[in-house]
């Protein structure tokens, strides 16, 4: 009995430091390169978690663009523990899952409070097949916004795409593109402002804010703001780590990203509704820098094309790709976010 209970304090003396070890936190953020979201709300938050959160935790933060790694290998990343925390760029990592492109289906998502019903509704599924996956576990869900087209020659309506190369992220966008007559081209957000500029490609889609501090209006012409998708990214954890902490502090780790992804839906809407004026040289134009892009205007043929494809396109082109992956996949999108629309 002696032995056994020195063999115990012995055991109990070398497990007492390491739960009190200080967890260290290598953070994957967004490129520095899409602007405002990254530089004033993701990276002042990962700088002070530490004290907000008073956990034992120190914070290496690195933004994607200054490492060489490429976003579409971002759930890899997180998988392998090379980093404990991405910010992931769910569109860009879908090939990888197609689950989470049910996030962000072209014409699922035209509306801030759209996309919030949506992510409500279906971040329970993405996150399940993460975990089982990749190991990873999702902390939040925001969007940069509204996706809109950008280009170089003049258009005056979406089917003026035919024969022009469009940049695109995910496979959704590229069958939209495909279906308007446009030939899709995958290209990373820091190599479209050069494509441009050089003809590699004729238009790009991304989000007003992102196109403004990326400088695009400064190799396009014309914008047509016409909502496709939302452009959904969301903060992961990787597993192991997320084990390390106690059921009190991963409730504190949890309460702080809710406040952080709560932060950057209000922040997202500010910086469109600004960067659709200073892109088309209108006023205020307080938070991004002023342009003078051609605005197109938004027809009902246009309108109607985008609000079809979900039922049309999107939805059914999505479904045959991720169910060959994940066999439930569009019967749990039809058991959520399909009932909300009535499919």
């Given at each position: 009995?002696?032995?056994?209970?020195?063999?115990?304090?012995?055991?109990a003396?070398?497990?007492?430091?390491?739960?009190?070890?200080?967890?260290?936190?290598?953070?994957?953020?967004?490129?520095?390169?899409t602007?405002?979201?990254?530089?004033?709300?993701?990276?002042?938050?990962?700088?002070?978690?530490?004290?907000?959160?008073?956990?034992?935790?120190?914070?290496?933060?690195?933004?994607?663009?200054?490492?060489?790694?490429?976003?579409?290998?971002?759930?890899?990343?997180?998988?392998?523990?090379?980093?404990?925390?991405?910010?992931?760029r769910?569109?860009?990592?879908?090939?990888?899952?197609?689950?989470?492109?049910?996030?962000?289906?072209?014409?699922?998502?035209?509306?801030?409070?759209?996309?919030?019903?949506?992510?409500?509704?279906?971040?329970?599924?993405?996150?399940?097949?993460?975990?089982?996956?990749?190991?990873?576990?999702?902390?939040?869900?925001?969007p940069?916004?509204?996706?809109?087209?950008?280009?170089?020659?003049?258009?005056?309506k979406?089917?003026?795409?035919?024969?022009?190369?469009?940049?695109?992220?995910?496979q959704?966008?590229?069958?939209?593109?495909?279906?308007?007559?446009?030939?899709?081209?995958?290209?990373?957000?820091?190599?479209?402002?050069?494509?441009?500029?050089?003809?590699?490609?004729?238009?790009?889609?991304?989000?007003p804010?992102?196109?403004?501090?990326?400088?695009?209006?400064?190799?396009?012409?014309?914008?047509?703001?016409?909502?496709?998708?939302?452009?959904?990214?969301?903060?992961?954890?990787?597993?192991?780590?997320?084990?390390?902490?106690?059921?009190?502090?991963?409730?504190?780790?949890?309460?702080?990203?809710?406040?952080?992804?709560?932060?950057?839906?209000?922040?997202?809407?500010?910086?469109?509704?600004?960067?659709?004026?200073?892109?088309?040289?209108?006023?205020?134009?307080?938070l991004?820098?002023?342009?003078?892009?051609?605005?197109v205007?938004?027809?009902?043929?246009?309108?109607?094309?985008?609000?079809?494809?979900?039922?049309?396109?999107?939805?059914?082109?999505?479904?045959?790709?991720?169910?060959?992956?994940?066999?439930s996949?569009?019967?749990?999108?039809?058991?959520?976010v399909?009932?909300?629309?009535?499919?």
């Amino acid at each position: 009995m002696r032995h056994f209970i020195a063999a115990l304090a012995m055991t109990a003396a070398f497990i007492a430091p390491a739960t009190a070890e200080t967890v260290e936190l290598k953070v994957l953020g967004q490129p520095g390169s899409t602007g405002l979201i990254q530089k004033n709300k993701e990276q002042p938050f990962f700088d002070t978690f530490a004290e907000k959160t008073g956990l034992d935790v120190t914070v290496n933060f690195q933004p994607l663009d200054v490492t060489g790694i490429k976003d579409t290998e971002e759930l890899r990343i997180i998988k392998g523990g090379l980093f404990n925390v991405v910010s992931l760029r769910l569109s860009q990592v879908s090939r990888d899952e197609p689950t989470i492109l049910g996030l962000d289906l072209v014409g699922l998502n035209p509306t801030y409070e759209a996309g919030k019903k949506t992510m409500e509704e279906f971040l329970p599924i993405v996150d399940k097949r993460l975990q089982e996956k990749f190991n990873t576990k999702l902390l939040g869900i925001w969007p940069f916004g509204p996706q809109v087209l950008f280009c170089k020659p003049e258009i005056k309506k979406l089917t003026d795409l035919k024969g022009y190369k469009v940049r695109v992220y995910d496979q959704n966008l590229a069958k939209f593109v495909e279906s308007v007559g446009g030939t899709p081209v995958p290209l990373s957000f820091s190599e479209v402002q050069q494509s441009l500029a050089r003809g590699v490609v004729d238009c790009a889609i991304t989000g007003p804010s992102s196109a403004n501090s990326a400088a695009w209006p400064e190799v396009t012409t014309h914008v047509l703001p016409l909502a496709f998708q939302i452009a959904v990214n969301g903060y992961g954890i990787n597993l192991d780590t997320w084990n390390k902490f106690s059921p009190e502090d991963q409730a504190t780790i949890e309460a702080a990203f809710k406040g952080l992804v709560d932060d950057i839906w209000a922040y997202s809407e500010e910086l469109f509704d600004d960067a659709m004026r200073c892109n088309v040289g209108k006023t205020p134009c307080e938070l991004n820098k002023p342009y003078d892009l051609v605005e197109v205007p938004i027809s009902d043929e246009d309108l109607a094309i985008v609000q079809n494809a979900v039922k049309e396109l999107s939805f059914p082109a999505w479904a045959e790709v991720c169910d060959a992956t994940n066999p439930s996949c569009s019967a749990d999108w039809k058991a959520t976010v399909g009932k909300r629309l009535g499919m």
